[in-house]
Structure formats: structure tokens, C-alpha cells
């Protein structure tokens, strides 16, 4: 089968037309007699109200601008979250010959750069700040900002490459550091780069914290075997530094479930009982899931029973994770009742919390009781959110009631904004492949470009529309431009539908 891109003449037939979009600054007053600068800047609402212009103003009208003005003024806007206005202020301040920079104010940059602008910004400054060894080391105080970005990208070659740096300049004092290089280098399946980190930490005296020793037990447990991760935690019950809890004896459970020792991982469980707080409930569902994990559906119920006496109330995600290990052992009646008992006490209903009864619900094949508790969340005035109805799309999909799914996927990507949707490639093929039966040419089109717009096109699925345009005599010239930005390979059929629509493909030329 032949493979081709879409070809440069197919690019310049797909025509389309962006028009420019400009924020519009309102007016922004001039202070009163009786308003301080501080007040001033800390009315402005949006982003695109510039802060520098209410500092000219205020200097133009024969006011002095203080640096213990401008310190409160950033304190404030920080404690707000108005990330933008305080970055706005440090850059003018910068840029001013009247004022000094202090390390302090190049920490707070580099902490703000962050926020607002990302990591790449950050990275360039802090590389600017390294480059100034005349700068004191409180300066790089946000450093693990750096770090921590690099390792929710799971770039291990910079992060290594700021270690190092900060490791020169002799910035790293204390743990933290090392264990995010430690869960990068899990989150890698680079398990065996863990003990590296713990020797570097004990050549440069650093102290292991709990979370240390949690990490490379799991390190352990991945590469070295059960007997490994028993000696680093001898190893931690000799360390003065650290007082073993529960957290890390659930560590050692679960490492213990995941090699089929339900004895010893029972052991430690109860062990780790004995460590819990009254003050509190966290470690309790820590425990309760790995007890569901293994299928000990009375020590759950015993747990949930004791969590209720800690201290402060239980939460919807308490509830959550005793409806998910109960739906997990099986227990639907169980989890029923619990359900009954959160709604009885709840001031403002949680729709995260009857989803798991849902999803329980539709892949069990209940589909009455899930439209029944759907209909009953409504009525209570839950309002239901993008898993509520990716739930109900995929349960009517099995059930092969596409109408309902068709409503439920629009109803769901109508309410997507910052959620992540990962449905599988048949989920998706099922919509296309009914309007394609159909002749949805509407309904096929709308959809392709929501699918689009989530980065999840694909060759079968624009095949299938160009099929459905093919049918209704339509030109495909937008299913083009998107096949292009999605940069998806054409074979042969496709490139048969393309010229059976009438616009050349890369083969013709």
C-alpha cells in the first residue's frame, strides 16, 4: 500500500479566511485625591488593563512611587492570583533606573514568568540569573518551579541539566529536589537511576525524607526484587532522621499485593493502622483501596466505619473512594446505601460523586437504573459534567441506543473545556460509522470538527467522511485542511475518494 502525505497543490485548493481578533482596552481613570496607588492598580479586573499605565499616571500627576509601595502592591496581587499585573509591575520596575532589582524581586519574576508565561520563559531567565554568579542563592529560591516542569514533561536530559547546575552552584540544600528527580525517573521506567539519586544524597549529606524512602522502595520493588525493597526499609527504621508512618507502610502493602504476598501485605496494612491520626482521615482511604485491592470487603467496611471518628467532616471524595472500592469488590447494594447516605447530608450535590454509581451502572449493563439516577441527579440539581456524560455516551453505545449517545457526545463536548477525553478508537468510529450509514452529512460534519479540534483524527475516521461527502455530493475541501493539520498519511482508498471527489491528490501530479 502506498503511503503519501497530502500533497502541496491539495494544500493551496483548501482556501480559508482568519480574521484578527483584538482586545479592547477600557479607559482606565486617573486616581482621586483620596485613592493610593495600590487601591488603583487593584481595581483593574482584566489582564488586558495595563498596570504600567496606571503607574505613569500616578507618576505623571507628581506622585513618588516607593518601593515599599510597589512590595505591598505585589504582595497583594500574588495573594489575589493576578499573576499578570504583579509580572507587569516587576518588568517596569526592571526597567527603571530608579529602582534596584533585589534578589527577591528576580526570585518573584521567575516565580510569576512561570505562571503566566510557561516554562520555556522561566528557563530563559533562570539561565540569565545563573549566568550572574554575584547574585545570592535566595535568588533561585523558585528553582523547583524549573524542576517540577520538567518533570510533569517528563524531560529528563534538563532536568538532569538544572540538577547538575544547581548541584555547582550549591543550591540544593534539602530533599525535595532529588525525590521529583526520583518520580521522574519512575514516571521514565528509568527505575534503576533511582538508587543513583539516594547516593548522591548521601554524598552530599543530604537527610532522606519519608517520601525518599517511599520512592526507592517502589524503585526497588520495580528492578531489584521483594528483597531489596525489605532492606531499604530496615534501612529507613535505622534512619533517626525519619519516623516511619502509614504512608509508608501502605507503600510496602502495595508493593506486597503487586507480588502476590497477601499475607505480608496484609501484615503491614494492619501495621499501618496503628499509625493513623485521629486528627486525620486521609490515611484511612490510602488503606481502604488497598484493601479493596485486596478483596477484603469487611477490613473496608471496618475502615470506612473507623474513619467516620477523625476529626472534621467526610468529604465528597471520601464517599468517592468508598463507592469506588465497594463498585470495585462488586458490591452495588453496599455502595447504594452509602449513595442514599451522602445525599441525605450533602448542602451542594457533587455529580462526582453519583458518577461512579453511574458509570458502575452502564458497565454492568443497568442501563434503566443509570437513566433513572441520571434523571434523579437533575432533579436534585446536580449538574452534570463532561464524565457524566462521557458515562452515559459510551453506556448507550454498548446498549446500541445511538440516538441517546449522539445527544449525550454533543451535550459532552459542549461542556469540554480543560478536561483531557481519551475515548477509544471504536467509541469514536461508532458515530461516524452510524452517520456514514445513515447519510448524517450534518451531523458528520459537526462532529469531525469537535474530533478535530481534541487533536483525535484520524485516517479511518476522515476516510469515512470523505465517503459520507462522496455520497452526498458535497466537496471535502474543509476534511482536507484538517487531514492536513493533523498531518494524517493518505493510502491508496483515500487517495481513490479524493479523486472521486474531483480534487487532485499528490498520486496525480
Known amino acids: 500500500m ?54 505613569q499616571n500616578w507618576i505623571e500627576s507628581g506622585n513618588k512611587v516607593t518601593v515599599t509601595e510597589l512590595r505591598r502592591v505585589l504582595r497583594q496581587l500574588k ?32 516565580e510569576l514568568l512561570f505562571q503566566v508565561r510557561g516554562l520555556k520563559e522561566a ?13 545570592p542563592k535566595k535568588a533561585f529560591a523558585p528553582f523547583p518551579l524549573l524542576l517540577s516542569g520538567y518533570v510533569k514533561e517528563r524531560n529528563v536530559e534538563k532536568a538532569e541539566a538544572l540538577m547538575r547546575k544547581l548541584n555547582a552552584l550549591g543550591l540544593i540544600l534539602e530533599p525535595n529536589p532529588f525525590n521529583e528527580m526520583m518520580k521522574l525517573y519512575m514516571a521514565t521506567s528509568q527505575h534503576e537511576k533511582v538508587p543513583l539519586v539516594i547516593m548522591l544524597m548521601k554524598k552530599n549529606k543530604i537527610c532522606r525524607n519519608v517520601l525518599s524512602y517511599n520512592l526507592w522502595m517502589e524503585a526497588c520493588a520495580k528492578f531489584s526484587g521483594i528483597e531489596r525493597v525489605e532492606m531499604v526499609y530496615k534501612d529507613m527504621l535505622g534512619d533517626k532522621n525519619v519516623n516511619v508512618g502509614w504512608s509508608t507502610l501502605a507503600t510496602l502493602a502495595n508493593i506486597y499485593t503487586k507480588a502476590g504476598l497477601v499475607e505480608k501485605a496484609v501484615l503491614a496494612l494492619k501495621n499501618a493502622e496503628k499509625k493513623l491520626s485521629s486528627s486525620k482521615r486521609l490515611g484511612y482511604f490510602f488503606l481502604i483501596t488497598l484493601y479493596a485491592s485486596l478483596n477484603k470487603k469487611d477490613e473496608v467496611l471496618r475502615l470506612w466505619e473507623a474513619s467516620k471518628l477523625a476529626d472534621g467532616r467526610i468529604t465528597c471524595a471520601n464517599y468517592m473512594c468508598i463507592l469506588s472500592c465497594l463498585v470495585k469488590l462488586g458490591d452495588l447494594a453496599e455502595a447504594e446505601g452509602i449513595f442514599k447516605k451522602w445525599e441525605s447530608k450533602c448542602q451542594n450535590y457533587d455529580i462526582r460523586v453519583s458518577n461512579v454509581l453511574l458509570g458502575a451502572y452502564m458497565r454492568n449493563g443497568l442501563v434503566e437504573k443509570a437513566e433513572l439516577l441520571h434523571l434523579h441527579t437533575l432533579e436534585r440539581g446536580g449538574h452534570p459534567n463532561f464524565k457524566t456524560w462521557e458515562i452515559l455516551t459510551e453506556g448507550w453505545l454498548r446498549s446500541r441506543n445511538m440516538v441517546k449517545a449522539i445527544d449525550a457526545m454533543k451535550k459532552g463536548l459542549a461542556v469540554l473545556k480543560n478536561c483531557k477525553w481519551n475515548p477509544s478508537h471504536s467509541t469514536l468510529m461508532a458515530f461516524v460509522e452510524y452517520f456514514e450509514k445513515h447519510g448524517s452529512f450534518e451531523e458528520a460534519k459537526l462532529y469531525i470538527k469537535d474530533i478535530h479540534q481534541l487533536g483525535l483524527g484520524s485516517l479511518p475516521l476522515y476516510k469515512s467522511l470523505l465517503r459520507i461527502h462522496l455520497s452526498a455530493k458535497k466537496p471535502a475541501h474543509d476534511i482536507l485542511d484538517m487531514m492536513e493539520k493533523d498531518k494524517i498519511e493518505v493510502d491508496d482508498e483515500t487517495s481513490s475518494l479524493i479523486q472521486a471527489l474531483s480534487i487532485p491528490s499528490q498520486s496525480n501530479l
Do not use: C, G
Not at 13 to 30: F, G, Q, Y
Not at 41 to 49: A, R, V, Y
Not at 88 to 108: G, N, P
Open 2 to 55: 502506498a503511503i503519501r502525505s497530502l500533497s502541496a497543490a491539495t494544500r493551496r485548493l483548501i482556501s480559508s479566511v482568519a480574521s484578527p481578533t483584538h482586545a479592547v482596552n477600557k479607559p482606565l481613570r486617573e486616581a482621586t485625591a483620596k485613592e493610593t496607588l495600590r487601591s488603583t492598580i487593584l481595581k483593574l479586573k482584566s489582564p488586558t488593563q495595563r498596570a504600567t499605565t496606571v503607574l
Open 79 to 110: 495573594i489575589s492570583r493576578r499573576y499578570h499585573h504583579a509580572l507587569e509591575i516587576l518588568t517596569w520596575k526592571e526597567a527603571q533606573t530608579d529602582f534596584k532589582m533585589t534578589a527577591d524581586d528576580q526570585a518573584m519574576k521567575l
Open 123 to 135: 528557563e530563559e531567565y533562570f539561565n540569565h540569573m545563573s549566568s550572574n554568579t554575584a547574585l
